[in-house]
């Protein structure tokens, strides 16, 4: 079974930076759209940024667009949320999905595979 797995999440003050990673387990998501998302407790799960599988688009909520980055080592079938400028804001659990299209999606219910998450946690 195919399966997503992020890593490099934790607790980081305002300002600081983080990099979120999402590797592939049992597989490889040859062609898929490759997103992240956060979610808030009692708040609906957001897609903050998407990449095309050859990492030639992105997309970003208008939130973090600035701050955050998203790419792909396609070598290592990686791909990364480079986080900038933190806010407390931005708090939540990160998660990895992934989607069989071409396409960039914004929609979270068009990504049917997802990771269990990462937190973190910005605060003084």
């Not at 990160?94 to 990504?111: E, G, K, M, W």
């Amino acid at each position: 079974q195919v399966k997503l797995t992020e890593s490099g999440g934790g607790l980081v003050q305002p300002g600081a930076s983080l990099r979120l990673s999402c590797g592939v387990d049992g597989g490889t998501f040859g062609g898929y759209v490759r997103a992240w998302s956060r979610q808030v407790p009692g708040k609906e799960r957001e897609i903050v940024a998407s990449i095309t599988y050859g990492g030639h688009q992105t997309w970003y909520t208008e939130s973090v667009k600035g701050r955050f980055t998203i790419s792909k080592d396609i070598g290592k079938n990686v791909v990364y949320l480079d986080m900038n400028d933190l806010k407390v804001e931005d708090t939540a659990v990160y998660y990895c999905a992934a989607r069989n299209s071409t396409s960039l999606s914004a929609n979270r219910f068009d990504y049917p595979y997802w990771g269990q998450g990462t937190r973190v946690t910005v605060s003084s």
